[in-house]
């Protein structure tokens, strides 16, 4: 199955960031009983769903009950991060015209490609996050089907106004028209409400 985006807008990264290691063990209970509220109750008991539901606390634990922030942060923490932060009063929003389900590993590279020469390094460096990803404290992603990266509302903003600079001849015959037109439309209305941005790929 291809590994596609999804873009949401929160109030601020940092207080994700901050779970990080912080071993709330409150946190996680609430993770993994909103994960397994999707089921029906009557099904909680079969060995299949208990095992994905502690497939799930592992990956919760892994994240905010790590004894030392991992240099390689695994891709499936995307999982938690929009629950994370409605748990936290983040205000996160889904509401944009990027999330068609674009094919993450088909569409950044070349779309960069387009790009890169025509935009700002700041541009640059924003987009290669949404592409390779971006730690929420760690090195790098550990790609394992999945990977997630984040900007600031200050790189949201630099980002929209670079891209949205952009010449329409440049991406006019190229395959990539739909998929620039929402990119820079999402970042116009992150930006203008100067939220930060979250993207996951799974």
Known sequence: MSTRDYFFSITSIEPIRAVVGSR???????LIETYASQYDPATLEDEDVQDDIEERRSWADSMINCERVPKKEPGCWNYFVEDIARHLGLEPDSNLPF???????CSWQPYRNIVKRHVT???????AHLEDGRPLRGKRIDYDGCL???LTADEVKELHQS????HDALIANTDFVDFHETLVESLKIVSSDSRDLFMGAC
């Open 148 to 150: 997630f990266g984040w």
């Open 163 to 166: 891209l949205s600079q952009l």
């Open 121 to 127: 390094r700041q541009s640059g460096r924003s987009l």
């Open 99 to 105: 999330n068609e389900g674009w094919k993450h590993n």
């Open 24 to 30: 709330d063990e409150t946190l996680v209970n609430a």
